[in-house]
């Protein structure tokens, strides 16, 4: 419970702020709901003093007030907002009780992309440890979960035959064993089974198109949609598992073409491909590790005359990704470890935190003029 005296206004961006870490200190302390109360004097601005009532003229108005809650709204994560906001007339002075949700179990709430938790009598960003632990919450990795009715033989053998060259690529003290080993046996030491067992991640990377069907309220689909300047659709192509063999057809897709301009400082013309390769596979790759599976949504790649944007569906992991660029330390979270994990062993990605600050740095770099992910 909060307290705040607000006896003219309230800064909505404030507001959300405390929104978001209200929410997530109820569901840290086991709570529904948590409140922010405001009319009354909060004694930890005034010290000595105790709580009293002072009233409050916040939007006064229903039209006011019902403004203010769908703009929040729209900034909140999972489209929370208030349980019920309360005004009551105490000693003759107007008092309002904003009731706040708990985040949801595994997700913590965030305002304009960032979680925020209270620091003392401060409000602050949610620490990692309490944002790991709301993140744990949830059960256990999706990308780790055994398909039941699968079998190796749903795996495609020429995807399995690419796997092994990139774990060897990957790692090449291992290269002479790798031959060695049989393919369940392969498919074990790359963390794409567990313990034989086909895993979800095994059916997204290897699996043949159709055993997609045996995932769980689970769709593998990648759209690459190309639109011309009127934001028209012009051309499409749908594409499922074995997404280590697709991950080139998508990108071939993509018309990259060669670019050519004069640098400040010279008169001689430099060419250079529109989008630099690394950003766009960096970019789908991750957006392949990182999808929320489980709300059953897909992957777009749509591509613009003059750039190209990929969307997954899934809250951004830990906080935004300006906390990603200017951090100095690999995330410790990850919504599909298994996955994540099983992609670093083929060479499809690292978990150190530098694609997006590669991605950030190539976007701004002159010689990829267009770039924008």
Known sequence: MEFKAAQNNFKIHTFGKYFSALSNEANLNGKEVAWLVFGVNDPKTNRGSDKFIVGTQFKKENEAMNKMKQELKEEMSNNLSFTEVTEKVIEGKRVIFFGIPAALKGLPTTYQG??????????????????????NQTSEDWSKMIVEDATIEDLSKEAIKMAREKYKVKNSSLADEVDDWDDVTFLN??????????????????????????????????????????????????????????????????????????????????????????????????????????????????EY?????????????????????????????????FLADAMVSLNMIDTIGSGIKKNDEYSNEENVPFTNL
């Open 305 to 337: 005359p003059n750039k190209v944007v990929i969307s997954n569906v899934g809250e951004f992991l830990p906080e935004s990704i300006e906390y990603v660029i200017n951090s100095d330390t690999p995330s410790e979270i990850y919504r599909n470890q």
């Open 114 to 135: 960032r979680a925020y938790g209270r620091t003392g009598e401060s409000i602050d960003t949610l620490s990692t440890y309490e944002m790991k632990k709301i993140y």
């Open 189 to 302: 030491k790359a963390k794409i089974t567990l313990k034989s067992k086909i895993t979800n991640t095994a059916i997204i990377l290897l699996g043949n198109p159709e055993s997609t069907s045996l995932l769980n309220n689970a769709q593998i689909n990648v759209s690459w949609i190309l639109k011309d300047q009127d934001n028209i659709e012009i051309d499409y192509e749908h594409f499922s598992a074995p997404m280590l063999i697709n991950i080139d057809k998508i990108y071939n897709k993509i018309r990259n073409l060669n670019y050519r301009y004069i640098a400040d400082d010279s008169i001689f013309p430099t060419e250079t491909k529109k989008y630099d390769s690394y950003v766009l596979r960096e970019s789908l790759n991750n957006a392949i590790a990182h999808q929320d599976y489980t709300l059953n949504g897909k992957i777009n790649l749509v």
